[in-house]
């Protein structure tokens, strides 16, 4: 497998850890402590602690952003585009995700720390686009 296949496999792994760590362990837990029907959380709105809030919108921002990462490493994939390039912006994007993540989950959101949450969701935006370059210069310029 390519590096880019294996962050792909990363992200997704990391959005199912997410999930686990943070979602999971906070309604199961409630769950089996008897302290929360199953059917009581709320799709609508999130309720419960501020961290639990904060690792559902976090897993949300993988959810959102891991089509757009398999669709682009797919291109990559169908142009047989490889190269340090296309390694490097992938590793960016998988390390600035996990990044963004976990100063999400694990911060209260003040101005400044959500300033350095979105500079990792910058590094991944720049490395999305950055990818998508490589691919439209090495297979639209050999067709």
């Given at each position: 497998m390519t590096v880019p296949v294996?962050?792909?496999l990363g992200f997704a792994a990391w959005t199912l850890l997410l999930l686990i760590g943070t979602?999971?362990?906070?309604?199961?837990?409630?769950?089996?402590?008897?302290?929360?029907?199953?059917a009581s959380f709320r799709t609508d709105r999130i309720e419960g602690a501020e961290w639990y809030q904060r690792g559902t919108r976090a897993?949300?921002?993988?959810?959102?952003?891991l089509p757009v990462f398999a669709a682009i490493v797919f291109a990559l994939q169908a142009g047989h585009v490889t190269?340090?390039?296309?390694?490097?912006?992938s590793i960016a994007i998988l390390v600035?995700?996990?990044v963004q993540s976990l100063v999400h989950v694990c911060f209260v959101q003040t101005d400044a720390i959500v300033s350095?949450?979105?500079a990792f969701f910058s590094v991944q935006i720049v490395s999305f686009i950055c990818l998508?370059?490589?691919?439209?210069i090495k297979v639209g310029g050999s067709g």
């Open positions: 294996w962050m792909l979602v999971g362990i906070y309604r199961w837990s409630r769950v089996l402590t008897g302290t929360a029907r199953i897993h949300a921002n993988c959810i959102e952003n190269g340090a390039l296309a390694d490097g912006f600035a995700r996990i350095v949450r979105f998508i370059a490589i691919i439209v």
